[in-house]
Every structure is written in structure tokens, then in C-alpha cells.
């Protein structure tokens, strides 16, 4: 080739007509009318061009290849920008501590110092044992370790040991993380402070124990008359055993002739705004009837 023209061989597919350049892509066409990727180089030799064909054939994979990385590469900065904010947004919501797989706590965000009543400097370094209320037992923990041993995420609700000797409730999940040979790296917690609903849950607890073991016969009802607690103290007064009278209506515990009074509705709304606005409970005497169908004297609290 030589002068300002190149002379092609008459096989080669017509190129397309843009102007080329040093390592331009051209396409041209192929027997099926379908565009295929050919590279050549331009090398100017004084006033004169050479054409060298340094790639020809299809490079579609390539440029699909190029393409795909492209855009991973995108998605993977999004990625990196947008972890900073999720990072922000989940230690504003949740408490968080990291250990390596000693056990020892190697982060922990403000909400655990909060919570714990401990520094960061007096976390980061010892061992998560600092926290250990007693409070669990051994066939609770063990499960525990079974499973993140296992690589797999645990769920559950853990009494922890603050530095004032208080004790709080986590409802807790523990991640384990892995480095690129398969080992155990670290171990992360995100924790949410239920101290409040497990107090609750204890005193319920408490007061249901002490009602069913009371000897007196104590009775529930809700707005509509339906019994919904029934003790053994009411067993042993009325005869009835409490899968006899749950779910059934109070009256079937007063004769026929003495389901007036202040059992009717009227006197059952005085009786709620004395209650509201005096805030005790008001009691007075009504007769009630045992499974046998003998009367029984009995003193009601509102």
C-alpha cells in the first residue's frame, strides 16, 4: 500500500464509510447483513498511511465482556457510597458490638455504651464475658454456639449485666463472617432493648401465679359479662373447674331471681365512673349460686 489510497482485498466486506483513526473499531457487514467488530490500526508513515489489520473478526465477546465490567464496576461504587448511610442509619436504630472469634469485643457504637453503662475503652479489648448476667443456662448457651459455629445466624433474646450490676433483656441476632479461605473472621451482634416488655411479661407471670394459688375465688370478666380468669380458689367456692365457665357469661353464676341489681347494665357504668375517678376499687355483696345450686354469699370488688 502506498500513497494517500490502500487497496483491499475484493473479499474483505465493505467497512463502514466514518473516518478512521488510530485504533479505530469498524464494522462491517457480513453475509447475513449483521454487524461484526473488526480492529485495525492506522501507523502514518511520512505523508503516507499504512493500514495494518492487527484484530479482524468478530470482537463482539469482548466488547460484551468490557461492557459487563463496566457496569459492575458502577454498581459496585454505588454500592460503596451508599454503605456509609446504611451503616449511619443502623447504629442510629439498633445497638451494635463486633468480636473477633475469641470473643473478644473489638467494636461497639454509642448505644451499647449507653445501655451497658460501660466506656468504649472499657469494652473494646476485654472478652464478651463482661456482660454474662448468670441469668442464662448452659443448655440455653450451647445451642447458641452450635449455631454460629455452624456458620448460620442466630436469633434470640439474651439477659445481659450492665457495669451498675442492673440487668437488661436484648433481643439479639448474631452474623458470622467468614475471610476468603472459609474461616471464621469475626462476629457481629445487632441488638434491641426489650428490658421493658420482659419486665412486663415477669409481673404478669407473677400475678397469675399468686391469683391461681390464692385460696379466695377470683374471677375475671371483660366488658361483655364473659368470664376470661377463673382460679382455683373459685373451683374450690363454686364447683365449677375453670374449662367449665371460661367463654361462658358471668350469670350463670347468680340465680334466676338475682340477676338484677348491679349487675345491670345501668349501675355497671356507675360503678366504672366511681372507679375512674375515685381510683379504687369498690366492693359490695351479691349473692351467687355453686354448681350444686346452693346460694353463696360473696363479696364483689369493681
Not at 449483521?34 to 501507523?43: A, F, V, W
Not at 445497638?95 to 460501660?118: M, P, Q, R
Amino acid at each position: 500500500m502506498s500513497g494517500n489510497s490502500a487497496q483491499l482485498n475484493p473479499r474483505t466486506p465493505p467497512l463502514a464509510t466514518a473516518p478512521c483513526s488510530k485504533g479505530a473499531h469498524l464494522m462491517p457487514q457480513n453475509k447475513d447483513k449483521q454487524k461484526d467488530y473488526s480492529e485495525i490500526m492506522m501507523n502514518p508513515l511520512g505523508s503516507s498511511y499504512k493500514i495494518m489489520v492487527i484484530a479482524t473478526g468478530d470482537v463482539m465477546e469482548r466488547k460484551g465482556t468490557e461492557e459487563a465490567l463496566e457496569k459492575s464496576l458502577t454498581t459496585s461504587e454505588q454500592a460503596l457510597r451508599e454503605l456509609p448511610d446504611q451503616k449511619f442509619a443502623l447504629e442510629q436504630h439498633a445497638i451494635v458490638a463486633v468480636t473477633d472469634v475469641h470473643g473478644t469485643i473489638t467494636y461497639v457504637n454509642e448505644k451499647f455504651w449507653a445501655i451497658s453503662l460501660y466506656s468504649e475503652d472499657e469494652l473494646i479489648g476485654p472478652n464478651h464475658r463482661i456482660l454474662n448476667s448468670g441469668h442464662h443456662p448452659k443448655e440455653f448457651l450451647q445451642p447458641m454456639y452450635h449455631t454460629i459455629a455452624n456458620g448460620e445466624v442466630w436469633h434470640g433474646e439474651i439477659c445481659n449485666r450492665a457495669k451498675s450490676d442492673w440487668f437488661y433483656w436484648l433481643g439479639t441476632t448474631f452474623f458470622p463472617f467468614l475471610d476468603a479461605y472459609g474461616k471464621f473472621r469475626q462476629y457481629m451482634a445487632i441488638r434491641a432493648d426489650i428490658t421493658e416488655r420482659k419486665t412486663t411479661e415477669e409481673i404478669r407471670e407473677r400475678l397469675a401465679t399468686i391469683i391461681e394459688c390464692s385460696d379466695d375465688a377470683l374471677i375475671s370478666k371483660d366488658l361483655n359479662g364473659i368470664i376470661t380468669a377463673w382460679n382455683r380458689g373459685a373451683e374450690k367456692t363454686f364447683g365449677y373447674s375453670s374449662t367449665e365457665v371460661l367463654g361462658e357469661p358471668r350469670l350463670i353464676l347468680f340465680p334466676p331471681d338475682r340477676r338484677g341489681g348491679p349487675d345491670n347494665l345501668t349501675d355497671r357504668r356507675q360503678l366504672w365512673r366511681t372507679r375512674t375517678r375515685a381510683r379504687r376499687i369498690q366492693t359490695f355483696p351479691l349473692c351467687a349460686k355453686s354448681r350444686a345450686g346452693d346460694a353463696r354469699g360473696v363479696g364483689r370488688g369493681v
